[in-house]
């Protein structure tokens, strides 16, 4: 007999099965100890009590379609048991423009459009003078959208165009809804970061006068909550102003961006520069 | 540095416009008249227009009677009560959520932490959808939500939801025993101080005998033990004179016990919720801050997992965990002003806005609660950097 000496290399034998694939991955895990498999267990009870009562309410037993109030109702009266979304299809141009007139809408979509399009261009790669175009869009932005707000012709009361006129002044306390809401933040955000490098630059200065004015400002606005920073610019400000201005009580802060919407943030933006 | 030094200095021929001696003087006398005139321009209109509109300013306000009542008072308050004692009563009920607010999130966000860097998959992955829904939805829309929630899912008084027999929840609120003390109570807290004293003398015995002899002592249970143990035993030696008070439905409502109203509990839980994600997300990246290179150098040196995790892990996570901690804290005492979109009593609702509206006096109003939240934050500021400090990597 001859014995055979195997020189030759044999292929690799696969990874136990319990290690790869989907097993693999389950066993690595969710169950690669007596406790993880315990949280295991726990996560799925608490994903069971969870979802499935959710995607009933917000599906299988939500109304979707019809167009009132009493869609949303059994036939004696009483409320349908899951969401009734009809209501906020309903509602959506309210949700969006809040109180603005009807006609007037498209005046909001077009600041939309316009201010989309006055920032398309950055997404060019290699635009001319992107930095300056940059700056020089984010401080129109606003402007643009404001103007387009609030239209430019002011008509006496009395006249029969200042009901119709496609450019009629629409005041403040009309505005509303997600764009109102758009238009505070862009302002805010645009107004707070100059004014919070600004202080943060100067907590940092050597100028005494400079930093201890810079501290004291930052401290204390970020030491009060945001609520009674709103009241006082609700209560206060028409005090503080030579003539009692002609705002809606209503929206504090939110018609007048200048004096609320910029003073709050200022600090954090402040406090993330200096740090 | 070196030119800003040079420039200081002034060197020779520099124009005076052009020095940064005089250019500092003059930017900062330059900032002090804006300042000063800006705040003497509101101080004249303000004292105009008050006079135009016949409001006399002070605070002799504060000592008339108020003639409101509060749903949720913690010291003796009545309508004829004055506007201060409103103030006493409005300031306790802000700390009292801030107080709770700030224990539970601090729990919910550590839990929450350890929770996204689990190794079980499912857990991170809740934990991580809990933190980013919860984040990204204003706290304002949270609390309302959860005010409705809790308002539309209880039952009347008599229907109420009974956790054995001694928890009532209704939606008049949720009912608790509570401890009504007798006399011949003082024994406990004296116990409790002895009990202190204790730990306090245990503590430095047990590490002068394990630098000493290198024997271990179990000072944590040990203390756990004798301040709850102490007073447990006086109680229990003087007759146990206390007693816990249980609510009954007497009638429409519940009697006796105590009660905490829809309003706090829906105000706590919309910002302990709120808060924990955010502490969770600070507790995660403390943790993450701690390379694993120290986890495998204690091993080296023969440390177990638990000592670990309690002596080299935590303490160098709690450097990085601590100063953002402390402003999630500050943020949930300021947060809680939110409560006046759900009529809970606390400063904001009951001073800026009863007492304001009441007495006309704006300025004082705003003024006060401004100067107590800050002085508020400012205190847990100083409270916090103290500890900070005391937590701080000591570098030899």
């Given at each position: 007999?001859t014995?055979?000496?195997?020189?030759?290399?044999?292929?690799?034998?696969?990874?136990?099965a319990?290690t790869?694939?989907?097993?693999?991955?389950?066993?690595?895990?969710?169950f690669?100890?007596?406790?993880?498999?315990?949280l295991?267990?726990?996560?799925?009870?608490?994903?069971?009590?969870?979802?499935?009562?959710?995607?009933?309410?917000?599906?299988?037993?939500?109304?979707?379609?019809?167009?009132?109030?009493?869609?949303?109702?059994?036939?004696?009266?009483?409320?349908?048991?899951?969401?009734?979304?009809?209501?906020?299809?309903?509602?959506?141009?309210?949700?969006?423009?809040?109180?603005?007139?009807?006609?007037?809408?498209?005046?909001?979509?077009?600041?939309?459009?316009?201010?989309?399009?006055?920032?398309?261009?950055?997404?060019?790669?290699?635009?001319?003078?992107k930095?300056?175009?940059?700056v020089?869009?984010?401080?129109?932005?606003?402007?643009?959208?404001?103007v387009?707000?609030?239209?430019?012709?002011?008509?006496?009361?009395?006249d029969?165009?200042?009901?119709?006129?496609?450019?009629?002044?629409?005041?403040?306390?009309?505005?509303?809804g997600?764009?109102?809401?758009?238009?505070?933040?862009?302002?805010?955000?645009?107004?707070?970061?100059?004014?919070?490098?600004?202080?943060?630059?100067g907590?940092?200065?050597h100028?005494?006068?400079?930093?201890?004015?810079?501290?004291?400002f930052?401290?204390?606005?970020r030491?009060v909550?945001?609520?009674?920073?709103?009241?006082?610019?609700?209560?206060?400000?028409?005090?503080f102003?030579s003539?009692p201005?002609?705002?809606?009580?209503?929206?504090?802060?939110?018609?007048?961006?200048?004096?609320?919407?910029?003073?709050?943030p200022?600090?954090?933006?402040?406090?993330?520069?200096?740090a | 540095?070196?030119?800003?030094?040079?420039?200081?200095?002034?060197a020779?021929?520099?124009?005076?416009?052009?020095?940064?001696?005089?250019?500092?003087i003059?930017?900062?006398?330059?900032l002090?008249?804006?300042?000063?005139?800006?705040?003497?321009f509101?101080?004249?209109?303000?004292?105009?227009n008050?006079?135009?509109?016949?409001?006399?300013?002070?605070?002799?306000?504060?000592?008339?009677?108020?003639?409101?009542?509060?749903?949720?008072?913690?010291?003796?308050?009545?309508?004829?009560?004055?506007?201060?004692?409103a103030?006493?009563?409005?300031?306790?009920?802000?700390?009292l959520?801030?107080?709770?607010?700030?224990?539970?999130?601090?729990?919910?966000?550590f839990?929450?932490?350890?929770a996204?860097?689990s190794?079980n998959?499912?857990v991170?992955?809740?934990?991580?959808?809990?933190?980013?829904?919860?984040?990204?939805?204003?706290?304002?829309?949270?609390i309302?939500?959860?005010?409705?929630?809790?308002g539309?899912?209880?039952?009347?008084?008599?229907?109420?939801?009974?956790?054995?027999?001694?928890?009532?929840?209704?939606?008049?609120?949720?009912?608790?025993?509570?401890?009504?003390?007798?006399?011949?109570?003082?024994?406990?807290?004296?116990?409790?101080?002895?009990?202190?004293?204790?730990?306090?003398?245990?503590?430095?015995w047990a590490?002068?005998?394990?630098?000493?002899?290198?024997?271990?002592?179990?000072t944590?249970?040990?203390?756990l033990?004798?301040?709850f143990?102490?007073?447990?035993?006086?109680l229990?030696?003087?007759?146990m004179p206390?007693?816990?008070?249980?609510?009954?439905?007497?009638?429409?409502?519940?009697?006796?016990?105590?009660?905490?109203?829809?309003?706090?509990?829906?105000?706590?839980?919309?910002?302990?919720?709120?808060?924990?994600?955010?502490?969770?997300?600070?507790?995660?990246?403390?943790?993450?801050?701690?390379s694993?290179?120290?986890?495998?150098a204690?091993?080296?040196?023969?440390?177990?997992?638990?000592?670990?995790l309690?002596?080299?892990?935590?303490?160098?996570?709690?450097?990085?965990?601590?100063?953002p901690?402390?402003?999630?804290?500050?943020?949930?005492?300021?947060?809680?002003?939110?409560?006046?979109?759900i009529?809970?009593?606390?400063?904001?609702?009951?001073?800026?806005?009863?007492?304001?509206?009441?007495?006309?006096?704006?300025?004082?109003?705003?003024?006060?609660?401004?100067?107590?939240?800050?002085?508020?934050?400012?205190?847990?500021?100083?409270?916090?950097?103290?500890?900070?400090r005391k937590?701080?990597?000591?570098?030899?």
């Amino acid at each position: 007999m001859t014995t055979a000496v195997d020189t030759g290399q044999k292929a690799d034998l696969p990874p136990p099965a319990a290690t790869v694939g989907a097993i693999g991955w389950l066993r690595e895990n969710l169950f690669s100890s007596w406790g993880n498999t315990l949280l295991t267990v726990v996560a799925v009870y608490i994903l069971y009590l969870a979802i499935p009562p959710l995607v009933e309410w917000a599906v299988m037993n939500a109304t979707w379609t019809g167009n009132a109030a009493k869609d949303c109702r059994m036939p004696d009266g009483s409320a349908k048991e899951g969401a009734c979304w009809i209501f906020i299809r309903a509602w959506f141009s309210g949700f969006m423009y809040g109180l603005y007139p009807y006609d007037l809408r498209w005046r909001v979509d077009l600041a939309a459009v316009i201010v989309l399009l006055m920032f398309a261009p950055l997404a060019i790669k290699r635009f001319p003078f992107k930095t300056h175009y940059g700056v020089a869009v984010i401080l129109l932005a606003p402007v643009v959208a404001y103007v387009l707000f609030r239209g430019f012709i002011d008509f006496p009361p009395n006249d029969p165009l200042s009901n119709t006129h496609p450019w009629r002044v629409v005041e403040t306390h009309k505005w509303g809804g997600l764009s109102l809401t758009l238009l505070i933040a862009s302002v805010g955000i645009i107004a707070s970061l100059p004014l919070g490098i600004l202080l943060a630059l100067g907590r940092r200065s050597h100028m005494p006068i400079v930093s201890t004015f810079c501290v004291l400002f930052i401290e204390l606005w970020r030491a009060v909550p945001l609520i009674t920073v709103l009241f006082m610019s609700s209560v206060m400000l028409p005090l503080f102003l030579s003539r009692p201005p002609t705002w809606p009580r209503w929206c504090a802060g939110a018609c007048r961006p200048s004096p609320r919407a910029s003073t709050r943030p200022r600090w954090r933006l402040a406090s993330t520069t200096r740090a | 540095m070196a030119v800003h030094v040079s420039e200081a200095a002034g060197a020779p021929g520099t124009p005076i416009w052009l020095d940064a001696r005089y250019r500092a003087i003059f930017f900062q006398i330059a900032l002090l008249i804006l300042v000063v005139g800006f705040g003497l321009f509101i101080f004249h209109n303000t004292y105009q227009n008050l006079q135009v509109r016949g409001i006399a300013s002070g605070f002799g306000f504060l000592n008339t009677t108020a003639g409101f009542d509060i749903i949720q008072t913690m010291v003796p308050y009545s309508a004829e009560s004055s506007y201060g004692q409103a103030l006493l009563v409005s300031l306790l009920n802000t700390l009292l959520v801030a107080a709770i607010g700030v224990v539970l999130a601090t729990i919910v966000g550590f839990v929450i932490g350890v929770a996204r860097l689990s190794r079980n998959w499912l857990v991170a992955r809740i934990a991580a959808v809990y933190i980013e829904v919860v984040r990204n939805i204003p706290l304002l829309l949270q609390i309302i939500f959860w005010y409705l929630v809790l308002g539309k899912s209880t039952p009347g008084p008599r229907q109420s939801i009974a956790i054995g027999s001694i928890f009532f929840l209704n939606n008049r609120g949720l009912y608790l025993p509570w401890p009504v003390l007798e006399e011949g109570f003082w024994v406990a807290p004296v116990a409790l101080v002895a009990a202190v004293a204790g730990v306090v003398f245990m503590a430095r015995w047990a590490k002068k005998r394990q630098e000493a002899t290198g024997q271990q002592f179990p000072t944590i249970s040990a203390s756990l033990g004798l301040i709850f143990g102490l007073p447990l035993l006086a109680l229990l030696a003087a007759g146990m004179p206390v007693h816990l008070d249980y609510p009954q439905l007497k009638g429409f409502n519940f009697q006796g016990g105590m009660v905490l109203i829809p309003e706090l509990i829906s105000l706590t839980f919309a910002l302990v919720i709120y808060t924990g994600a955010f502490i969770g997300e600070n507790v995660r990246a403390g943790i993450m801050a701690v390379s694993h290179g120290q986890t495998e150098a204690a091993y080296a040196i023969g440390l177990r997992p638990g000592p670990t995790l309690r002596l080299v892990i935590i303490p160098q996570a709690m450097r990085v965990i601590i100063p953002p901690l402390t402003s999630q804290y500050l943020n949930l005492t300021k947060n809680s002003s939110l409560a006046t979109a759900i009529a809970y009593p606390d400063l904001v609702a009951v001073f800026a806005g009863t007492v304001l509206n009441q007495t006309g006096q704006a300025i004082e109003c705003i003024a006060i609660t401004m100067a107590v939240y800050l002085t508020t934050s400012l205190t847990t500021s100083i409270f916090m950097n103290w500890f900070n400090r005391k937590m701080a990597l000591t570098e030899r």
